[in-house]
């Protein structure tokens, strides 16, 4: 149980992390009900360091799928946590 939630919290953060990237650069971001109704609002949302924090968030949060991702390969034993003694590979 544990490793199918570890699975579904990888592929969670990452299609979260493409999607905060992506959608505020593209028209749905600036089509809404709080923007035709607010102009504050508007203009804050339409704000291109608005749009590049929140750009940055799904960044983050797809570098965080990743590193589950690599800890979660190395937690399986695909990967050897300890260096080999000796220098011989």
């Known amino acids: ?30 089509k809404n ?17 608005l749009r590049g924090a929140v750009s940055g968030l799904g960044l983050a949060d797809v570098w965080l799928a990743f590193f589950e991702a690599w800890r979660f390969r190395r937690d399986l034993g695909f990967v050897s946590s300890q260096p ?4 011989r590979l």
């Open 1 to 30: 149980m544990n490793r199918l939630l570890t699975i579904v919290y990888i592929v969670f953060c990452f299609e979260i992390g493409v999607f905060l990237f992506v959608f505020p650069w593209i028209s749905l971001w600036t």
């Open 84 to 87: 080999k003694v000796g220098g």
């Open 33 to 49: 009900y709080f923007i035709g109704h607010y102009p504050l609002f508007a203009s804050i949302a339409r704000n291109y360091f």
